[in-house]
């Protein structure tokens, strides 16, 4: 038989997941094995690791900035170009603007580091001597760290996008021993504490970044330094105040945190973002890596990509689901695993909570497309801005009174109200067919196996939690959850 125009796309989904979606998680995977070393309390005092984690808030807003939404844009304009020069030009532009940005916005971030540091975080903190020390000096390091990000946005993007996995791997893969190896030397050899760890992300981004210099030389000087930016900057700018906007998002519960309550809850809630980003790393970061640029070829190849986008919606759901449900129910011995210090394991509360806003922005993600795919980008930091609001309303009011648990839930109401209003937006802008069956069985489920396993005596036993994990595919598959066409996929995968 074949293959339809769905297998194919399907086919070359999984492929640039894994290709290009895996390669990517190398640095938030380093991320993840480095929060065994950062809290450890030996290295990093708690005082000390709740800013860290507020100066990632800084750092990827910071790349949301300076990024300004030019990866999607230059897949947009890369992909559906007619020809080879075309193609070489929108390189060339899109280069050119990503260093003129990286010059002006480096500027402006190192001259006002002491005001921003102060406000994000406050001028000191105990380290492990137990003497204060200025973050000042981390400022700089993280400003160096978004230029370098900056400054390899395009060339990565080109690799994807030409479908050059080994490249691209290589890059990620050099990145994650860099930034081990440099955390090591700098946090354990040389004790220089918080200051080490932003400035190992620093030298990582920097050295990294310069590798591709001569990679992309012969595309800064063919044409006139801004020729071609305007058009890039039309379709890309929308998206600069919805990146923001997802950061904040994001972001703002760790920042109310700081202000409303003391740096024990902003450490806690920390620890609690970077066990439910496993998620996020697992599933939603490989997926939406490899999602947009096929959505925009499938639109190129087909005359309608919605049953695709539909179908996809599906599948991304019920990973998404699968992969939260069983960081909730293994949360105890996920804390244990990435928690060096016992005080981090508190944050087992309520990671359950955190770990679903992955679900709905994966959904979020999703219906977004249309808007890309319509250029109808200004609609979504609209919707971003108004769940921004409803996040601040919600940490206003439980933060003084559950603290770091009352961040938890005001987030997931928070994505919760993303998801809808991104949903009711596409299906204005960009209808499709909803496969209702396939979004309520698996969250019915879900729900019962919660209830069970949180309402009974279920949970305690390590073993029972693993045989009802086993489970859940199975009872999906009997519940009715396949298709025809996906029973004979199956049945043919089962057969070899």
């Known amino acids: 038989m074949p293959p339809t125009r769905t297998s194919v ?21 380093s991320q993840l094995l480095l929060v065994r070393l950062h809290t ?11 800013a860290w984690t507020l100066f990632q808030v800084a750092l990827n807003i910071g790349i949301a900035v300076f990024n300004i939404g030019l990866a999607t844009a230059f897949f947009r304009f890369y992909l559906l170009a007619s020809s080879d020069d075309e193609k070489q030009k929108v390189v060339s532009r899109s280069f050119r603007l ?5 010059a002006l916005g480096g500027l402006l971030l190192f001259g006002f580091s002491d005001l921003w540091t ?16 200025n973050l000042t000096s981390c400022g700089w390091w993280i400003t160096l760290a978004v230029i370098g990000n900056t400054l390899t946005i395009i060339p990565l993007s080109l690799l994807r996008a030409e479908g050059r996995w080994k490249p691209f791997l290589a890059f990620n893969v050099i990145k994650f021993f860099a930034l081990i190896g440099l955390n090591g030397v700098f946090l354990i050899y040389l004790g220089l504490g918080l200051e080490g760890v932003t400035l190992a992300l620093a030298v990582t981004n920097i050295s990294l970044a310069i590798i591709f210099i001569p990679f992309l030389r012969n595309y800064m000087f063919n044409e006139k330094w801004s020729a071609g930016w305007r058009t890039l900057l039309v379709y890309s700018v929308p998206l600069v105040a919805t990146d923001v906007s997802y ?8 920042v109310l945190l700081n202000a409303w309550s003391d740096a024990r809850q902003v450490a806690l809630y920390g620890f609690g973002l970077t066990l439910a980003a496993i998620a ?11 999602f947009a640029p096929l959505l925009f070829r499938a639109k190129q190849e087909e005359e309608d990509p919605r049953p695709l986008y539909a179908r996809t919606l599906a599948y991304i759901w019920l990973i998404t689901l699968f992969t939260c449900l069983l960081i909730t129910m293994f949360a105890p011995e996920l804390a244990s695993i990435f928690g060096k210090s016992v005080i981090y394991h508190d944050a087992v509360t309520f990671v359950g909570i955190l770990v679903f806003t992955n679900v709905f922005y994966g ?25 921004v609001a409803v996040e601040i309303i919600a940490d206003w009011i439980l933060i003084p009174r559950y603290h770091a648990l009352g961040a938890s839930w005001a987030m997931l109401a928070a994505y919760f109200i993303l998801a809808l209003l991104t949903l009711a937006s596409n299906q204005f802008l960009y209808p499709i067919r909803i496969p209702w ?12 196996y919660i209830y069970l396993l949180f309402q009974t005596q279920l949970i305690d036993p390590l073993l029972w939690r693993i045989v009802a994990s086993l489970l859940f595919p199975f009872v999906l598959v009997v519940t009715g959850y396949l298709d025809k066409g996906e029973w004979e996929a199956l049945k043919r995968v089962l057969h070899r």
């Open 40 to 50: 450890n309390t030996y290295f990093l005092t708690m005082e000390e690791y709740a």
């Open 98 to 102: 990503t260093i003129t940005i990286s």
């Open 9 to 29: 796309f399907f086919r070359r989904l999984a492929g640039h997941t894994i290709a290009f979606g895996l390669s990517s998680l190398v640095r938030p995977l």
């Open 280 to 290: 996020h790393v697992a599933v939603v970061m490989p997926f939406s890596i490899a």
């Open 363 to 387: 959904v979020y993600f999703i219906f977004s497309s249309g808007a890309a795919l319509k250029d109808k980008t200004w609609i979504l930091p609209v919707i971003l801005i108004a769940t």
């Open 247 to 254: 950061w904040i998002l994001k972001s703002v519960g760790q």
């Open 437 to 448: 069956k396939r979004i309520f069985l698996p969250l019915v489920l879900m729900l019962v």
């Open 118 to 133: 102060q406000w994000l975080v406050g001028r000191d903190v105990p380290n492990v001597a137990g003497t204060l020390r």
